[in-house]
Nanobody, 124 residues
């Protein structure tokens, strides 16, 4: 099991940007497939983006163009850059990791390591 810790959330205005970080405890984190998900009150957990050990990026239709996932293997950290934030982006954001490749990278059940989440609130 790898320990994950998200940070970087907060209260921002519509149109602002935030960069979330997901720091891992495992020095072999570079071999993990890592995804970002979010969950708003009363809604299901939603896939945002993922990256694999080759740094290939995967995005949902809703996040492509505004969100960018990246990783710094030397820092055992994966980032989610979020631009032009909207009130509907308000949610708890989670990072998740899987050593190896998931069958469906958008399926949260494929990931077996999760952080505690960080709250992002976008005011209109």
């Amino acid at each position: 099991q790898v320990q994950l810790e998200e940070s970087g959330g907060g209260l921002v205005q519509a149109g602002d940007s935030l960069r979330l970080s997901c720091a891992a405890s495992d020095s072999s984190f570079s071999w993990y497939h890592v995804g970002w998900f979010r969950q708003a009150p009363g809604r299901e957990r939603e896939f945002i983006a993922a990256t694999d050990w080759t740094h290939k990026q995967y995005y949902s239709k809703n996040s492509r163009g505004r969100f960018t996932i990246s990783r710094d293997n030397a820092q055992n950290t994966v980032y989610l850059q979020m631009n032009n934030l909207k009130p509907e982006d308000t949610a708890v954001y989670y990072c998740a990791a899987l050593r190896g490749s998931p069958g469906d990278f958008e399926d949260s059940d494929e990931y077996d390591n999760w952080g505690q989440g960080t709250q992002v609130t976008v005011a209109s």
